[in-house]
């Protein structure tokens, strides 16, 4: 068999066409996610920004506003000052419970958004249980925060991851009776 080689280009060409299709259709599938995740921060930069020049003025500071321009680059400061901040483990603690505390906390907040709807055709776990699943997800938050409490060996830390668990534990309370009573009158 002979094939020719504008059989062979036309072909190539098809697959080319083919390929750039499927990055076209990942990259939509990606902007309802990232959409948000965009907001989010130029959000938070905003708020953190506003935040340091109510108080600067507040307490008549003048550190901030010459950082640079506006006081801008003074949060990009303190987000490269906290990265390369030494990681101290309690001598005296539970190493492992203090390092596994937060991961648990931040592990259970991003598993929560296994269920939520990110477009029509992109939702990572179509489950029809999604609002319980994401209230028993969400609720073992507070774990992680009283295993890094704990583990620090320190009575004012454990008290302090007492304290975070119970604020944490009473803002889910109302939520879920909320979100459950929403969810049961929908059943009917």
């Known amino acids: 068999m002979i094939i020719d080689t504008t059989e062979i280009q036309d072909i190539n060409s098809f697959s080319r066409l083919e390929s750039l299709q499927e990055v076209s259709g990942i990259i939509w599938m990606l902007v309802p996610i990232l959409t948000p995740v965009?907001?989010?921060?130029?959000?938070?930069?905003?708020?953190?920004?506003?935040?340091?020049?109510?108080?600067?003025?507040?307490?008549?500071?003048?550190?901030?506003?010459?950082?640079?321009?506006?006081?801008?680059?003074?949060?990009?400061?303190?987000?490269?000052?906290?990265l390369f901040k030494e990681n101290l483990l309690p001598s005296r603690g539970n190493t492992f419970l203090f390092s596994i505390g937060p991961s648990i906390a931040v592990i259970a907040i991003l598993l929560s958004y296994s269920v939520i709807p990110f477009s029509y055709n992109l939702v990572l776990a179509d489950l029809n249980i999604?609002?319980?699943?994401?209230?028993?997800i969400s609720s073992i938050a507070p774990i992680g925060l009283l295993m890094s409490g704990y583990g620090s060996n320190n009575k004012y830390s454990f008290l302090g991851g007492l304290r975070a668990a119970a604020q944490s534990i009473s803002y889910e309370i109302p939520l879920t009776l909320c979100v459950l009573s929403i969810s049961l009158r929908v059943v009917r």
Do not use: C, H, N
């Not at 999604?130 to 028993?136: N, P, Q, T, V």
């Open 38 to 82: 965009l907001g989010i921060i130029i959000g938070v930069l905003v708020i953190v920004w506003l935040e340091r020049e109510i108080s600067a003025g507040i307490q008549q500071r003048i550190g901030p506003e010459y950082a640079s321009p506006l006081g801008i680059l003074q949060a990009l400061a303190d987000g490269t000052k906290l």
């Open 130 to 136: 999604g609002i319980f699943l994401w209230i028993a």
